[in-house]
């Protein structure tokens, strides 16, 4: 996962890989964790986010551990190549970022607890990278569903860049769009989804600022 050699700026769609018209792996259907589908359907409801922020390893972990959460899965959004492989994406040449999809009960985690965990779990100020991984699939990112979820994200985003400022860093260079715009989610190969279940001692490169993230003025 460490990605000095990446890519640092965005490839266009006319210089991207060409990808393919299915998926060239299978993905398990059940969480390792959570026992729930990875796919759906979920429980009425249920809420969905999409969430990038480095490394998708740890990031899916911080995730599957918050309560509300109905399932977790690491796949490939935000960029231009059909049904990409990991390899491909980690060529810089997919324009995607390793993504985390959270399914959620917003009756038990709120839109904006949810936009809390996703902020303080990483550095969302130094752009194409994470860290000691960089490249342009490290990027930090928010694609969200529905209005309320925009409206969380807007707002979280607006307090917690002022903290961060108080606290000597720089502007917050997340790209927050909605879902219909950023594309397709492409499930990750099956070893990545809940890799740091399957190997406790693997690789994460998550780390956030140290600076806490208020909750916004209803």
């Not at 018209?21 to 969480?31: E, V, W």
């Not at 960089?134 to 307090?159: D, H, K, M, N, V």
């Not at 606290?167 to 769009?177: H, N």
């Amino acid at each position: 996962m460490f990605g000095g050699r990446l890519k640092t700026t965005m490839v266009g769609a006319e210089q991207a890989l060409a990808g393919r018209a299915a998926p060239a792996f299978r993905t398990a259907d059940r969480h390792a964790v959570l026992g729930t589908t990875l796919r759906g359907p979920w429980p009425e409801g249920t809420a969905v986010a999409y969430l990038a922020l480095g490394c998708f390893w740890g990031a899916e972990r911080a995730f599957w551990n918050l309560p509300g959460v109905v399932t977790t899965a690491v796949g490939y959004q935000g960029g231009h190549t059909p049904n990409p492989t990991y390899e491909e994406v980690c060529t810089g040449r997919t324009g995607h970022a390793e993504t985390v999809l959270v399914a959620y009960d917003p009756a038990k985690l709120s839109h904006a607890e949810l936009m809390r965990e996703f902020w303080t779990s990483h550095d969302p100020t130094q752009g194409y990278r994470q860290g000691n991984d960089i490249g342009t699939q490290y990027r930090s990112a928010l694609f969200f569903t529905t209005p309320e979820q925009e409206a969380a994200a807007l707002a979280t985003r607006e307090a917690y860049s002022a903290r961060l400022a108080a606290s000597g860093f720089g502007a917050i260079t997340t790209e927050l769009r909605p879902v219909s715009d950023a594309g397709e989610f492409y499930y990750a190969e099956d070893y990545h989804q809940q890799y740091l279940a399957k190997n406790p001692n693997g690789y994460c490169g998550l780390g956030g600022t140290g600076v806490a993230c208020p909750m916004p003025v209803r």
